[in-house]
């Protein structure tokens, strides 16, 4: 547990941050930029490899980072995961809920019900379980408070052809961010959402080969720099507890999302 004595907004000097979907993509982008500014950071994610290597590069480097395998989708997963972090800090400060997957490119008719539900499962009930336990920690920890950023998409504002297990789950993400919001408010619980357009990752590569358009054409799109995400997490996470970023939207510029449809 950490005898941090807190900072002149009564939070720890030394504040621990729980990445889930950290073993890859913006989930590593954000928990490297994060432990490199000073945060105990737990990585979390489905596969152990990719979260041991990145642990074992955080130490490297002489910083705190504890690799925890957890699929966000399972309850008694996330129960263990959010007990690892008690016992091991005893607090969490910063819970950025990353994890999430996609369902095949297709027709809604030729979705299938288990693609749906595996969607539905990850990105939407995994959020609310990693919420939900952190909700039970930062309310109770002293000092109180906490902040929890959710990783949204432009597809919660606006769908890409054949992407409807996708978009409605960010869509509720939206919802659920504005409930945790209000609802954490008595608490000194912050809740805010980070809204990403094509960030350069393994997941979006497709998007440098060309993607389906609303006009049905194939276009290739651009890009920007994953580290810049990374850079607008850490922003919010640094917030004091008194402000808070509702909605964040960083996106490529020239991507085709003000115009779509």
């Known amino acids: 547990m950490s005898n941090d004595t807190g900072d002149s907004s009564g939070q720890p000097q030394t504040r621990v941050a729980l990445v889930t979907g950290a073993g890859s993509g913006i989930g590593r982008a954000c928990a490297k930029k994060l432990y490199r500014h000073g945060y105990r950071v737990v990585l979390a994610g489905r596969r152990a490899a990719p979260l041991d290597a990145l642990a074992d590069e955080a130490r490297g480097e002489g910083h705190d980072a504890l690799a925890v395998p957890c699929d966000v989708a399972d309850a008694a997963s996330v129960d263990a995961l959010f007990n690892t972090v008690r016992s091991r800090y005893g607090r969490l400060d910063v819970l950025f809920n990353n994890a999430g997957r996609n ?27 990693c919420t939900r336990a952190a909700f039970a920690l930062m309310k109770t920890q002293s000092p109180r408070g906490g902040r929890i950023i959710n990783n949204g998409s432009i597809s919660a504002h606006a769908p890409r052809p054949f992407s409807i297990a ?43 080969r060309g993607v389906p358009q609303a006009n049905g054409e194939i276009a290739v799109e651009p890009l920007m720099d994953v580290e810049h995400v990374a850079d607008a997490v850490l922003q919010m996470a640094q917030l004091p507890l008194a402000t808070n970023v509702q909605f964040m939207t960083i996106m490529a510029t020239k991507m085709p999302f003000v115009g779509r449809g």
Not at 184 to 190: L, M, N, T, V
Request: charge should be negative.
């Open 103 to 129: 369902a095949p490119a297709v027709d809604i008719d030729e979705l299938s019900i288990d693609d749906w539900r595996s969607v539905v499962d990850t990105n939407l009930t995994g959020v609310f379980l």
């Open 166 to 208: 996708y978009t409605a789950t960010k869509h509720a993400i939206t919802g659920l961010t504005k409930s945790v919001s209000l609802d954490g408010r008595r608490y000194d619980i912050a809740c805010g959402q980070i809204d990403i357009g094509n960030a350069a990752t393994e997941m979006a590569e497709r998007m440098a």
